[in-house]
């Protein structure tokens, strides 16, 4: 079974910035796109960017130009860099990793608070 272990969720200032980061258990080439998925409280889970396997990314419009997805391949590892962070971005983030048609995998999720 796939293991996603995300970290660097916190409380931060409106302005700041945070990495998110997400461990993957298995050798991150086996996979076809990573993720991050963010869910506020009371609202459904929202797709905020993600990195395919030929590096292609994509960004939910509220976070361009503020987000940026990346990976380390050594490390089998997805990051999230937010900067320029808002109250309206503070939810639980989830790191998702997908393969094949079928194979989806999820984290426990993040915390992240942005105070005004």
């Known amino acids: 079974q796939v293991q996603l272990v995300e970290s660097g969720g916190g409380l931060v200032q409106a302005g700041g910035s945070l990495r998110l980061s997400c461990a993957i258990s298995?050798?991150?080439?086996?996979?076809?796109?990573m993720a991050w998925y963010r869910q506020a409280p009371g609202k459904q889970r929202e797709l905020v960017a993600t990195i395919t396997s030929a590096y292609r990314t994509n960004y939910e419009d509220s976070v361009k130009g503020r987000f940026t997805i990346s990976r380390d391949n050594v490390k089998n590892t997805v990051y999230l860099q937010m900067n320029s962070l808002k109250p309206e971005d503070t939810a639980v983030y989830y790191c998702?990793?997908?393969?094949?048609?079928?194979?989806?995998?999820w984290g426990q999720g993040t915390q992240v608070t942005v105070s005004s």
């Open positions: 998702n990793v997908k393969r094949g048609q079928i194979q989806d995998y």
């Open positions: 298995e050798n991150i080439f086996s996979f076809n796109a």
